[in-house]
């Protein structure tokens, strides 16, 4: 594992997390970065958030046992959540990884579990704070006046919030004002609808981070996936089934 790497304390028997520092890494070195979406950063700063943070993602799926990551892209669905996916015409079926990828401060962020679990992290550099005036936004009710109370726990509360909406892969289409935390607590079960989310917060390396899972429904059939439990169904259903020609060797 690179050097600049550091596996998170937060790692634990179902999932792993790992931070290093943002990198100009070269984009030939990341195969995990699509040109064509590079090519649209207006700024060097993205450009090097974006590329560290899948520079980091091959180094923790290798972490992880995943081999020959030139089969595997990185996709977003329509909330622009990423997830990981074989590249068309591969035809592979083992389960990859859920992932969340973050940076802020200097550093990159990514955390893996495996794909029944729905995994997020956020983190947040120690001495920055968030403004007053921005507390409404992110709570309301019995959790907003307790803030204002403790105006000293709100980058704790945002990173937390940050966390569960990635884990639940919603972003910001889930309002944090209806994510309820207990504002001091490092470690807690929280509900949304019918899901339950493990929440974990700890102060390290400079920085609060939080991480968030939770169980989720498997990954979208692909036309492959579709196909491949077809052909399985129709083997099983018939086994004189087979696909390609068949040469019946008693006619020569």
């Not at 068309?88 to 990159?108: D, E, F, K, M, N």
């Amino acid at each position: 594992m690179d050097s600049s790497v550091v596996e998170l304390p937060l790692s634990g028997v179902e999932h792993r997390a790992f931070m290093m520092p943002l990198m100009d890494v070269p984009l030939e070195k990341v195969s995990l970065a699509h040109p064509d979406e590079v090519a649209t950063f207006v700024t060097e700063k993205r450009r090097k958030e974006h590329l560290s943070g899948r520079y980091l993602l091959g180094i923790a799926l290798s972490e992880w046992g995943c081999g020959d990551l030139s089969y595997v892209e990185v996709q977003r669905d329509e909330f622009r959540a990423p997830r990981l996916a074989y590249i068309q015409g591969v035809w592979q079926r083992t389960p990859l990884p859920s992932i969340s990828i973050g940076h802020s401060g200097g550093h990159a962020f990514v955390a893996l579990a495996p794909p029944e679990i729905g995994i997020g992290i956020d983190g947040e550099l120690l001495e920055r704070e968030l403004a007053m005036n921005a507390f409404d936004l992110m709570a309301k009710g019995a959790e907003l006046e307790e803030l204002r109370a403790h105006p000293q726990h709100a980058m704790r509360m945002w990173v937390k919030k940050e966390a569960v909406q990635k884990a639940m892969g919603l972003g910001m289409h889930l309002n944090p004002r209806e994510i309820k935390l207990s504002i001091e607590s490092g470690k807690q079960i929280i509900s949304i609808g019918n899901s339950k989310i493990q929440l974990d917060y700890y102060e390290y390396n400079g920085y609060r981070i939080a991480l968030a899972t939770t169980p989720q429904e498997g990954r979208p059939l692909t036309e492959e996936d579709t196909l491949l439990q077809d052909t399985k169904a129709a083997m099983e259903a018939n086994p004189e089934w087979g696909v390609g020609c068949k040469t019946n060797r008693n006619s020569l």
